[in-house]
């Protein structure tokens, strides 16, 4: 057995495996599919200040490499995710993750408050990269002041871990990272989903009723990888990496590229047991290849020579 | 918030035979690793093949038959996923996570006759429902075949999928085709008003339906006009099948059952709806 251990600031994870949000409900919806034991963490789906009844349908297609989606982050609103939500969460047999998004700078931190007095919650995710609400202006992740702003907020308001969920959809995603950590933030994660689209050029129709989409899945990976690189070597806080992993093999990219945890999102549709069985497969492959523990290889990328043919 | 059903699993099973149907149509039967017990018609599972050949993403199939141990589902082949799944080969590895979604519901002998509007390939969750009915399930007991009429409806005699099998259940069963290829020339609704001015049916039926949008919708309209009792087995769009990506939205009736929230989700809350509950 290799430890599979890892740790995310304060926090102590039992392997580096966690849901991505919005990819597997809000609680314990996937218990039967991927048991809670089996993951690090399950982060939720976004919750807002208030209700978000979200976007008109069609709001998914798939593509010929990943998927495409136009949600707009439709959830109930804090009210009932604490009402309803947290107490059935609250014996869950891993670390739980509230992910919390807002059109501005102070719902961020007014939700924090919330969720701070709920022990039900071991850290909180900051949805910096919503691309489905505001037409995809994505202000929060494209600007590091104001990354900076909202991570600050949300520090001052909570003790609890906060990650900040960062948008691919820039130039240098280093920079943002470093606005975040700069406010406070215990870690980022790399990343939300591209922005995309898909046309059905005989109707002359968008796929996506909202036209503009997020990308995910498979065909995203290189891309998440990069940016999660590109964060890890911007910021001394540790960095969950986010897009297209599917397998344990795709989990040790991201940890060799500098990733202290991972995240499955689109996996999970293709098969919603899938995630419950990455941390046996991983285990599988450090004691293949003889590593005593994951945490050797977090950051290990080696840029000297070519890697064997 | 909606889970999916608890008895749903995600396992490997394997095709045991594909066989053609229709025009354009498969029956592909599916052996899982363990038998499944008896499950209520219009229940559904997620497909997609383990060897690459399909789209990630699974593709929803109304269960059609259980029978000497195996899921039979009958597939119109319209794209990528139904093509894959429609290209197997006896021995073939299925990944099926199911079974999901709720079901009809009890076809009770309580009130008006039961009237099922299948369109197309509509007809898949009707072969058990009516075999379930007349045997009795659940809290049903068994129900007299004069109890259920069968009107299936498609655009051509060629997308009348497996009507023999349909015809040999014993109960009265009405044929429409748009292009009078079969039957009568219109559609399901056509015939079932043609029925009522003809006396072949009671003005009090309750409706099950399943089909095309344009007909679902056309059902609905006909149920809240005459004031019947209706069902709609919807075939939305979905990605996950299990309740966790939110794309399968179905407008609710804001005084209706379900609550205020504007949108059902039609996998873990349907994918059979009465109209109370919701409108197209
Ligand atoms: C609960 C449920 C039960 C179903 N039962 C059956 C069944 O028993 N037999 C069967 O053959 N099919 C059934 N369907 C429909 C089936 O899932 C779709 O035909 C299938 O997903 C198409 O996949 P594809 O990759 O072949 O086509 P795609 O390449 O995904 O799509 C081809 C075309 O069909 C359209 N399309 C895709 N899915 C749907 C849909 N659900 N409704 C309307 N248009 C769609 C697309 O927009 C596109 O224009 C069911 C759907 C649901 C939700
Ligand atoms: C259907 C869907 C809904 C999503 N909803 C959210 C969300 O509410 N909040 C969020 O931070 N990310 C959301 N995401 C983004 C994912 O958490 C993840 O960052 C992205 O999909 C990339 O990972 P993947 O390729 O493994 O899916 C969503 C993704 C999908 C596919
Ligand atoms: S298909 Fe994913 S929530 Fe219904």
Redesign the pocket.
């Known amino acids: 057995m290799a430890d599979l251990s890892v740790e995310l600031a304060s926090l102590a994870l039992r392997n580096p495996i966690l849901s991505?949000?919005?990819?597997f409900g809000h609680g314990l919806e996937m218990e039967h599919f991927s048991p809670p034991h089996t993951m690090g963490g399950l982060v939720s789906?976004?919750v807002t200040l208030r209700p978000r009844p979200g976007n008109t349908a069609p709001r998914?297609h798939e593509t010929e490499a990943g998927?495409l989606?136009s949600?707009g982050?439709e959830n109930r609103g804090i009210g009932a995710y604490l009402r309803d939500v947290l107490p059935r969460v609250a014996d869950a047999d891993t670390r739980i993750f509230t992910?919390i998004?807002g059109e501005e700078a102070g719902e961020f931190a007014e939700l924090a408050s919330m969720l701070d007095e709920r022990d039900e919650v071991d850290a909180l995710e900051v949805?910096l990269s919503?691309p489905n609400v505001g037409g995809g202006r994505l202000p929060f992740s494209t600007d590091p002041a104001l990354a900076e702003r909202v991570m600050r907020g949300v520090r001052e308001a909570t003790d609890k871990p906060v990650f900040a969920?960062l948008s691919p959809n820039v130039t240098r995603i280093g920079e943002i990272a470093r606005g975040a950590e700069a406010g406070g933030a215990d870690g980022v994660t790399a990343?939300?989903?591209l922005l995309g689209m898909a046309v059905d050029w005989r109707h002359r129709k968008p796929r996506i009723a909202s036209v503009q989409a997020?990308y995910?899945?498979t065909g995203?990976k290189p891309v998440a990888l990069r940016c999660a690189w590109e964060c890890a070597r911007a910021v001394d806080v540790p960095v969950i990496g986010?897009?297209?992993?599917g397998s344990a093999e795709d989990v040790l990219e991201f940890v060799v590229a500098g990733c202290s945890a991972v995240?499955?999102?689109?996996?999970a549709f293709s098969d919603p047991a899938l995630p419950g069985t990455l941390a046996e497969h991983l285990d599988d492959l450090l004691e293949a290849e003889g590593v005593a523990s994951v945490r050797e290889l977090v950051g290990s990328l080696d840029r000297e020579g070519r890697a064997p043919a | 918030m909606p889970a999916p059903p608890p008895d749903a699993r995600s396992f490997t099973a394997t095709v045991s035979a594909v066989v053609a149907c229709g025009t354009d149509g498969v029956l592909l039967s599916v052996r899982p690793p363990q038998p499944l017990p008896p499950l209520r018609a219009a229940r559904f599972f997620m497909l997609r093949r383990e060897d690459g050949a399909s789209p990630a993403i699974p593709r929803p199939f109304s269960l059609y038959r259980q029978a000497d141990d195996e899921l039979v589902f009958l597939v119109k082949v319209t794209g990528r996923g139904t093509r894959a799944l429609a290209a197997c080969e006896a021995g073939s590895k299925l990944r099926v996570i199911g079974p999901l979604g709720n079901g009809w519901p009890d076809l009770d002998g309580d009130g008006g006759p039961w009237v099922m509007l299948a369109g197309g390939i509509g007809s898949a969750p009707f072969f058990m429902a009516i075999e379930q009915a007349l045997s009795g399930l659940g809290a049903a007991p068994a129900l007299a075949a004069e109890n259920l009429c069968l009107l299936y409806g498609a655009s051509t005699a060629g997308f009348l999928y497996d009507l023999e099998r349909f015809e040999e259940l014993g109960v009265r069963v009405l044929v429409a085709t748009d292009d009078g290829s079969r039957g009568f020339r219109g559609n399901v609704c056509e015939l079932l008003e043609r029925e009522w001015e003809a006396g072949g049916l009671p003005r009090d039926v309750r409706l099950l339906a399943c089909g095309p949008d344009p007909m679902l919708h056309a059902v609905e309209r006909l149920a809240r006009a005459r004031e019947l009792s209706c069902w709609l087995s919807l075939e939305e769009l979905m990605?996950c099948g299990v309740g966790i990506?939110?794309?399968c939205p179905v407008p609710t009736r804001p005084e209706g059952p379900l609550g205020a929230w504007p949108n059902a989700k039609c996998c873990v809350e349907g994918p059979v709806f009465s109209t109370e509950e919701i409108s197209l």
Request: proline residues 0%; contains cysteine.
């Open positions: 991505a949000s919005g990819t789906k976004t998914i998927f989606n949600i982050l992910n998004g949805n919503c969920k990343v939300n989903t997020g995910s899945g995203i986010c897009g297209g992993v995240q499955v999102g689109t996996a | 990605g990506c939110n794309g």
